[in-house]
């Protein structure tokens, strides 16, 4: 049996960001602590932040809208970022996206404009990377439970994690990873509900 050394271990607050490059070799995992909470997730080459993780390389690649075991994340570029190398929840969204100030006005009604959302988490973490507004893509939602119905509209449903359920990424090469334990609680994606979860690196 293998042995791998813990290099970090550390517990996301609920609706908080956390960053970290996870270099090539090394895995990461992220823990569902209390069940159905959404981890909104953007990957960056660390040598080059501009090459970046491609929703629509990725789909296009797999051949599948969902990320599972085996997924590949990539860039336009076609780099390997990471990969999924273990998933005991099976089915991750690429396609609903970060929950903005905007979207949520949008959506539920201007008196839920001055809630926190992932965009601005994003934003607040990027900038410690030299990252901004132009650097933020399309990204996966961990644990997000996203069906899509027969007439192509996306649903936002409960969520088909539990408690310490987890899903492992290997860095392929020296990859930033930013985090947005996601604070929305005007649909299912958290449970109403967000909740700490747990971010370990080891080598």
């Not at 296009?60 to 998933?87: H, Y």
């Not at 310490?164 to 996601?182: E, F, M, W, Y």
Request: hydrophobic residues 40%.
């Amino acid at each position: 049996m293998i042995t791998r050394a813990i290099l970090r271990d550390e517990t996301v607050p609920a609706r908080a960001p956390w960053s970290a490059v996870v270099h090539a070799g090394e895995q990461l995992e992220i823990i569902d602590l209390h069940g159905n909470q959404a981890v909104d997730c953007l990957l960056y080459s660390a040598a080059d932040h501009t090459d970046r993780y491609s929703a629509q390389a990725t789909v296009t690649a797999q051949r599948n809208i969902f990320l599972t075991t085996g997924s590949i994340l990539l860039t336009d570029n076609g780099t390997r970022l990471m990969t999924v190398v273990a998933d005991e929840v099976g089915n991750h969204d690429t396609v609903a996206g970060a929950c903005s100030q905007e979207s949520n006005t949008l959506h539920y009604g201007h008196h839920t404009r001055h809630q926190h959302a992932c965009v601005e988490n994003f934003l607040a973490e990027g900038m410690k990377w030299g990252l901004g507004k132009r650097g933020l893509v399309s990204n996966i939602n961990w644990f997000m439970n996203v069906p899509v119905e027969p007439d192509g509209t996306l649903g936002i449903v409960d969520g088909l994690s539990a408690p310490g359920k987890k899903i492992t990424l290997r860095a392929d090469i020296d990859t930033l990873v930013l985090i947005s334990n996601c604070p929305q609680i005007n649909n299912p994606c958290n449970g109403f509900d967000p909740t700490p979860v747990r971010m370990v690196v080891t080598r």
